[in-house]
């Protein structure tokens, strides 16, 4: 098993700035991508960013040149630096680990995990 951690949401005025960390943890080998989502009320979840274990990006249309997504393999740590910030931002932010790895008695297991999700509104 993996557990996703996510922080950092919270209220923000238009053109503000905020980073979320999602930490990965448990018996984790390795985990193929990282990434993060968002779902606005009413609407189906999107990809905002993901990030892969080369540190390949790919980003949302929506949020190019105004997000960025890092990660810090050695601590199983992704971020998404958002700035610029838009009401059409305001969303709960999900963290992803696609095909992660892990070890437990004795067998290897691979598979895609969620956060429980962060909450950011953009609004004055």
């Known amino acids: 098993q993996v557990q996703l951690v996510e922080s950092g949401g919270g209220l923000v005025q238009p053109g503000g700035s905020l980073r979320l960390p999602c930490a990965a943890s448990?018996?984790?080998?390795?985990?193929?991508?990282m990434g993060w989502y968002r779902q606005a009320p009413g609407k189906q979840r999107e990809l905002v960013a993901t990030?892969?274990?080369?540190?390949?990006?790919n980003y949302a249309d929506s949020v190019k040149g105004r997000f960025t997504i890092s990660r810090d393999h050695a601590k199983n740590t992704v971020y998404l630096q958002m700035d610029s910030l838009k009401p059409e931002d305001t969303a709960v932010y999900y963290c992803?680990?696609?095909?992660?790895?892990?070890?437990?008695?004795?067998?290897?297991?691979?598979?895609?995990?969620w956060g429980q999700g962060t909450q950011v509104t953009v609004s004055s």
């Open positions: 992803h680990a696609d095909r992660a790895r892990t070890y437990s008695s004795s067998t290897y297991r691979i598979n895609n995990y």
């Open positions: 448990g018996r984790i080998v390795s985990i193929n991508a």
């Open positions: 990030i892969t274990s080369d540190d390949s990006t």
